[in-house]
């Protein structure tokens, strides 16, 4: 999954969320140097890939873009996924999208000096385009598309997987919500699990 999924999956800590967001450039057993909550977001985050690479549901939706974009092909799965969840939220969270993802960039402000240096130097850029917002769109999304592609230095060519999207979007919304049910119940025993005798 990518940012919103795993912000949102985080039982509403900030720092189980910051540790969840960042977990991605955490390697190894360096995770023990952060605090517990911290810690609990960073494992969690691992659970959650795992569980997602593994699913049924999810391969469906990979194997569809599998010929043409080979092993980027579940990044542009886990980008697609998060805006069904942007397009979709009021189905899944109370807290208006707007409000969510701007309570969350003060979190990353406030924990700053938590965060890798890779994420230091997104988080403006981040929160000047307002990536988590975007992504409800076809055109936000198309952005981040983009932006991924440039990453790769153009060989992924992810640019393009928007008209996927558009072709099939029904079936990746359909897929999307039929993973996302099991990953919500997944998480929410897996941070019980992590978290029993931990204090923020």
Same mark, same amino acid.
């Given at each position: 999954m990518n940012y919103l999924a795993h912000i949102y999956l985080s039982g509403g800590n900030d720092l189980v969320t910051i540790g969840n967001f960042m977990a991605d450039g955490?390697? *190894?057993? $360096?995770? $023990?140097?952060?605090?517990? =909550?911290?810690?609990?977001g960073i494992l969690l985050h691992r659970h959650i890939d795992t569980f997602t690479d593994a699913h049924p549901t999810v391969r469906q939706s990979t194997k569809r873009l599998h010929e043409k974009y080979g092993h980027y092909a579940g990044v542009i799965v886990d980008i697609l996924y998060d805006h069904?969840? =942007?397009?979709? &939220?009021?189905?899944?969270?109370?807290?208006?999208? %707007?409000?969510?993802? =701007?309570?969350?960039?003060? =979190?990353? %402000?406030?924990?700053? $000096?938590?965060?890798?240096?890779?994420?230091q130097h997104m988080m403006p850029f981040m929160i000047a385009d307002n &990536?988590?917002? !975007?992504?409800? !769109?076809? %055109? *936000?999304?198309?952005?981040?598309? %983009? *932006?991924?592609?440039r990453r790769t230095k153009y060989r992924s060519g992810m640019d393009k997987a928007v008209h996927e999207l558009e072709t099939h979007y029904k079936a990746f919304e359909s897929e999307f919500t039929q993973f996302f049910e099991a990953l919500s119940h997944f998480s929410e025993q897996k941070l019980v699990e992590l978290t029993p005798n931990e204090t923020p």
């Open positions: 955490i390697k *190894g057993k $360096t995770y $023990t140097t952060y605090p517990p =909550a911290v810690q609990t069904f969840l =942007a397009k979709n &939220w009021k189905h899944y969270c109370d807290t208006p999208l %707007e409000l969510y993802v =701007a309570t969350f960039y003060k =979190a990353l %402000e406030t924990h700053y $000096t938590l965060l890798p240096k890779r994420i &990536w988590l917002l !975007s992504y409800a !769109s076809i %055109e *936000g999304i198309t952005k981040v598309l %983009e *932006g991924v592609n």
